[in-house]
T-cell receptor
Framework: ETGVTQTPRHLVMGMTNKKSLKCEQH?????MYWYKQSAKKPLELMFV???????ENNSVPSRFSPECPNSSHLFLHLHTLQPEDSALYLC????????????FGPGTRLLVL | DQQVKQNSPSLSVQEGRISILNCDYT??????FLWYKKYPAEGPTFLIS???IKDKNEDGRFTVFLNKSAKHLSLHIVPSQPGDSAVYFC?????????????WGLGTSLAVNP
């Protein structure tokens, strides 16, 4: 069983909707990450949090808004998305920032209509 | 331009034989390399890694080889088992201050046939 959970697993939304993705890690890790995996593209790092402080925003459009209320929870708030934002969104954590061994959740498969 | 390339999108091998998955990189600053495995409907899971100061790391049936001069690494699985059927991602990182970012390949889908 993975120590990183994500909800929902699947999401269909219109371009005017507002939705949120949730990630929770039960591993006691200090760093959390959001990744995007689009078809035929490698995993793209979106945001990095360390001790609930954002340390990296990889030029992500403002229609994606992350929130990290504590070291165990990470949210990705979605607003006025575009069809090209349809992808698999993966959350990951690591014991400390900069550690390459990251533990991933199962992902949320997002479809924007 | 992709810095980490997995040129074979798929690979099929017979159970019991060796699986060899390849990965090439372009950035000479990369000093740590990892392989992750991903089953359908699950997130990637860490498999094995290697530091640039080594040329081989072995863990049970899995061995990673690093050829720095060729900027090439490979993952060997022997003997291959049907449960090894998954997508394998190669990832690389370089130290940038106190932060390390993983750069990922596109993945190779391995099918191990009984």
């Amino acid at each position: 069983e993975t120590g990183v959970t994500q909800t929902p697993r699947h999401l269909v939304m219109g371009m005017t909707n507002k939705k949120s993705l949730k990630c929770e890690q039960h591993l006691g890790h200090n760093a959390m990450y959001w990744y995007k995996q689009s078809a035929k593209k490698p995993l793209e790092l979106m945001f990095v949090y360390n001790f609930k402080e954002q340390t990296e925003n990889n030029s992500v459009p403002s229609r994606f808004s992350p929130e990290c209320p504590n070291s165990s929870h990470l949210f990705l708030h979605l607003h006025t998305l575009q069809p090209e934002d349809s992808a698999l969104y993966l959350c990951a954590s690591s014991r400390n920032l900069g550690e390459e061994t990251q533990y991933f959740g199962p992902g949320t498969r997002l479809l924007v209509l | 331009d992709q810095q980490v390339k997995q040129n074979s999108p798929s690979l099929s091998v017979q159970e019991g034989r060796i699986s060899i998955l390849n990965c090439d990189y372009t950035n000479s600053m990369f000093d740590y390399f990892l392989w992750y495995k991903k089953y359908p409907a699950e997130g990637p899971t860490f498999l094995i890694s290697i530091s640039s100061i080594k040329d081989k790391n072995e863990d049970g049936r899995f061995t990673v080889f690093l050829n720095k001069s060729a900027k090439h690494l490979s993952l060997h699985i022997v003997p291959s088992q049907p449960g090894d059927s998954a997508v394998y991602f190669c990832a690389a990182s370089a130290s940038t201050g106190n932060n390390r970012k993983l750069i990922w390949g596109l993945g190779t889908s391995l099918a191990v046939n009984p």
